[in-house]
């Protein structure tokens, strides 16, 4: 069969350290953390009181009160970042065959805002029924790609995937094929987060998931370090636009990267934890390395799931030395979790905008708070605490979720 090749040519980016794809990238660069306390409610009662939260934004800057009423912040964030995405990628509607055009978006928890707000207000009020008519609509997950789906016209294929902190990986992975295969010239794929409620931070507190230096909160995630005590939950969406690589040169479109290969696996192990050998992650990452036809030696880049949990880092990292061996050294190995938080399901997301400006770019976003290296690490070069000008030609991004989903993405540098 003749496969497509599939490249990028729009990038959009909603997220704690930056409110676009420019401002994002400036702050990875500079290692800005998104970490502050919490303001979306009063977490005085909470083991964790910080979170990186959006800053600056007011979805009525993007979109009138009528039209936003009707959604969950996660399907916000996703409108958002599709149009600039949209924009960058410089798509007209009309000279695109729009029954070949797809979105396919990823989310871990969808309308948890809504959820939370809904029951709330219904256990406030005497338990008295009088729901939000858009109720239904703002907490189905799947609306996101139906909203943006429905906004541009596109009549491919349309859903949501949900593999926890792997579902905008999963979603990036379905448009490839779908492209890879022919069945589509253009898929809208991305993920999306409005995660930072009560029941989120309180739930993952339960299990003792987020880190609780509430003293140092920019501090906090420290992806690799000897005192790193959980993760920082982050919000926001991320958008990518994959595209027929004949398909974007026909109209001339610029081209961020190439998607070259793919891999997904389940540690079949247990519920939250990795394998505590990586074998899940070993097996992911070397099937997108076979789908690409390459070895382990041409690898350049792992922009790590890298979350600064104790039992995830350690785990991540042994799988990267089983597969690698001493080819690790001459790698670059980060984690922008260390500045965004973890943003859950869309953390996927704005880690391919961050891996594919890392190709094109030739410069490599810091893993910043590593001041000590946990010493079951072997010392690669984590990229630490200062981005690192380097020419790369491929990169991994790794994502791994509850439930042992593991989603290991190949970029290539478009040249």
Known sequence: MNFKRVVITGLGALTPIGNNVSEYWEALLNGVSGASPITHFDPEHFKTKF?????????????????????DPCSHYAL???????????????????NRAGVIFGTGIG???????????FLESDRIPRFNPFFIPKVLGDLIPGFISIHYGFKGPNYITSSAC??????IVDA??????????????????ACIVETAVGGFNAMHALSTRNDDPTHASRPFDVNRDGFVMGEGAATVILEELEHAKARGAKIYAEIIGVGLTADAYHITAPHPDGSGAINSMNMAIQDAQLTI???DHINTHGTSTPIG???????IETLFGDQAYNMVI???????GHLLGAAPAIESVATILALKNGIIPPTINLVEKDPQILDWNFVANKSLKRDIRTALSNSFGFGGHNVTLLFKKFE
């Open 51 to 71: 979170a990186c939260e959006l800053k600056n934004f007011n979805v009525l800057d993007y979109m009138d009160n009528r039209e936003a009423r009707k959604m």
């Open 80 to 98: 958002i970042s599709t149009k600039e995405a949209f924009l960058d990628s410089g798509l007209d509607t009309k000279k695109v065959d729009l």
């Open 111 to 121: 309308g948890f805002t809504s959820i939370t707000e809904s029951v709330a207000c």
């Open 166 to 171: 792997a579902s905008a990986a999963n979603a």
């Open 176 to 193: 490839y094929h779908f492209i890879k295969m022919g069945k589509c010239d253009v898929v809208i794929s991305g993920g999306s987060e």
């Open 297 to 299: 030696f041409d690898i």
């Open 313 to 319: 880092d350690v785990s991540e990292c042994k799988a």
């Open 334 to 340: 980060n984690s922008t979790k260390s500045m965004t």
